[in-house]
């Protein structure tokens, strides 16, 4: 019911205690202890660094920018953050990152391309965090390798935007495309839409 693979419901029941009262308590016991999470980390905010929202087309990669923005800013002060718009593809993407940054006080700067992009990382380097906020493109589209390459900087660290509501072959397949494993985390988005 919960749409957990058959792999994974194999290791659960294999390993169910035959005195267990409640079934259902003891797998989620054990998934939360096996599932790694930030939580025990420092907010991102507090750590400060660089990094770049990848993913999905819609799944709320500026949207999460501009939350990470607003924390950051709200507990450090805007000027030591900066913002950093890769999205020429999508018609008002600059808009929208831009009104969250008029907001916030913090200029959005906009790359074009790996050298405008490492060019801006050097212009901010003295920033206690930068946001780089990504277009948004389906995961087997051929310019995410592209976008990949060019998001390789040492300094920037990844952070996979999926979107929970989508099915389990989705999310497994975003999460091959974009690399996960390589990515700092992954944000969950549209968790109130999620089953």
Request: glycine share 8%.
């Amino acid at each position: 019911d919960c749409s957990f693979s058959p792999g994974l419901i194999r290791k659960l029941v294999e390993a169910l205690p035959p005195n267990a009262n409640d079934e259902s308590a003891w797998a989620a016991s054990v998934l939360e202890r096996n599932l790694l999470t930030g939580e025990q980390d420092p907010a991102l905010e507090e750590q400060g660094g660089v990094y770049a929202l990848i993913g999905s087309t819609g799944v709320g990669k500026t949207t999460s920018t501009a939350k990470l923005a607003a924390a950051f800013a709200t507990r450090y002060g805007a000027a030591n953050l900066g913002l950093i718009t890769l999205d020429a593809y999508r018609v008002g993407a600059h808009e929208q990152l831009r009104t969250y940054g008029r907001i916030l006080g913090v200029p959005v700067h906009t790359a074009h391309d790996r050298a405008s992009l490492e060019d801006l990382l050097e212009l901010l380097a003295g920033k206690k965090m930068v946001l780089i906020d990504t277009a948004g493109m389906a995961q087997r589209d051929s310019r995410t390798k592209e976008l990949l390459e060019m998001l390789s900087h040492t300094s920037i660290q990844r952070l996979l935007v999926v979107d929970a509501s989508s099915q389990g072959e989705t999310i497994d397949d975003v999460i091959n495309a974009w690399r996960a494993a390589r990515c700092k985390g992954v944000i969950l988005s549209k968790i109130d839409e999620a089953v």
